[in-house]
């Protein structure tokens, strides 16, 4: 399964080398941008049957994902498990339900998202899902970057798991060295 995703990751030109901000504020050299791979429904559906495929039988009745990629995830996730899908948007320091997206009191949720890096995205939406009453079932990721250390509560589904470091920017080697910093997403470049 591994080998397929980083099949479907290279073909789509997704695995970038370089000096990147990550959302989440770490620094590292390598860019797995996601953006490239979900543009394309052909992997898109591919990569979402494997979260499926994993939690299919598990009673999952709503899939729910964090903008931005999360979208993507959560809808077609949803769709091959023929149930629906909402989104959780960034409101204060957190992710709430908008736009008549909700979850009744007991129903049975899968959390999907892109990458997996720190966690924060996907704690989240976790708890903008409990304060709706949700019960989750589990978090269905395309790629884990976390390396174990994000801890769920619940089982986590990745289709492919990498270990590249990341560095707080003030440790970053590639900062020290004066290598040029990117920010993908953002459409700007900066320096560290």
Known sequence: MSAEVERIFNEAGAILEGHFELASGLHSATYWDKFKVLQSPYYTEQLCRMIAQHFRGEGIQVVAGPTLGGVIVAFEVARQLGVRSIIAEREGDGRTFRRGFTITPGERVLI?????????????VTKAVMNYGGELVGVGVLVDRSR?????????????????????????????????????????????
């Not at 990458?115 to 995205?121: N, Y």
């Not at 769920?152 to 910093?181: K, M, N, R, W």
Request: glycine share 12%.
């Open 112 to 124: 999907v998202d892109d990458v997996l890096t720190t966690g924060t995205s996907i704690l989240e």
């Open 148 to 192: 174990g250390r994000v801890k769920i509560g619940v089982p986590l589904f990745s289709c492919h798991e990498v270990s590249i470091p990341t560095y707080a920017p003030e440790d970053c080697p590639l900062c020290a060295q004066g290598v040029p910093l990117t920010k993908p997403g953002s459409g700007t470049r900066g320096s560290s």
